[in-house]
């Protein structure tokens, strides 16, 4: 029996905060499973949207399909980890509180070596980089039960290097599971190198100007390659840069 991958959907959104309108009958889909990049100028909504599917703002009218029943974790740019607890308890307490205590150390244990951070279990937030923390808030967005993850820029600020790691490290995870991510950023590389569907939004009143889908797996992925330079260049345009 062949299995049909579900979306979600918005339709008709409108949102205004005092005299500025971003959305008005704005409507976008997210294929379930799938990583979702969406690229936009700044002041045109992007956070606004990702907070209204997080029911952390309302709309002021429009329709939510799909994400009622829906569990939701977040990564943020800021890491947001509990200063008071090591690398190892920030990820163990977002687990269910029905695991077992032998399960709980085994999950925990197998995200930090997926992250790459078995020699930093122990650590405090502290004594940690600004790469790092990320990593934990990472490993956390995972071990919570979520069936959505929403990233709001959250490699914003980290140097090339740590950004590709960041990107190598989330995409072997996410691949352990395919949860359906949507992802915020103002940054065209990185929405090439972890999105699977690319969505370009227009200054607010948003909406959709182009929507790109990559087909790639991530290990084969390459800033470098002509086909990587094509869409950038697509990008880039529908973006006014």
């Known amino acids: 029996m062949e299995i049909l991958s579900m ?16 959305f008005s009958d704005f409507n976008i889909s997210f294929q379930e499973g799938t990583i979702t990049s969406i690229l936009g100028p700044s002041g045109c909504g992007k956070t606004t949207l990702l907070n209204i599917i997080g029911d952390i703002i309302q709309p002021d009218s429009g329709h939510l399909s799909g994400f009622n029943e829906k569990t ?7 890491p947001r ?11 163990g ?8 205590e032998e399960d709980r150390k085994k999950i925990t244990e197998q995200l930090i070596r997926l992250m790459e951070l078995e020699d930093f279990a122990g650590f405090y937030p502290g004594k940690l980089s600004g790469g ?3 990593r934990v808030s990472i ?45 915020v ?3 065209v590389d990185e929405a090439l190198l972890l999105g699977n569907d690319i969505i370009v939004l227009s200054r607010a009143p948003a909406q959709i100007i182009t929507k790109k889908q ?28």
């Open 214 to 241: 990559i087909d790639l797996p991530f290990e084969k992925r390459s800033l470098e390659s002509e086909y990587f330079r094509e869409l950038e260049r697509s990008l880039m345009n529908a973006l006014g840069n």
């Open 7 to 22: 979306s979600l959907e918005i339709k008709n959104l409108c949102k205004k905060f005092d005299k500025l309108t971003l």
């Open 185 to 187: 950023t103002h940054d």
């Open 93 to 100: 307490f977002v687990l269910r509180r029905d695991i077992p």
């Open 132 to 134: 790092m923390r990320q």
């Open 81 to 91: 980890l509990l200063p008071w607890k090591t690398v190892e308890e920030n990820i």
């Open 72 to 78: 939701i974790s977040y990564i943020f740019q800021d």
């Open 139 to 183: 490993a956390r967005a995972f071990a919570y039960p979520s069936d959505i993850i929403l990233m709001d820029e959250p490699l914003k600020g980290l140097d090339i290097k740590l950004k590709l790691n960041l990107i190598r490290i989330f995409s072997r995870m996410w691949q352990t599971d395919k949860r359906t991510v949507i992802f």
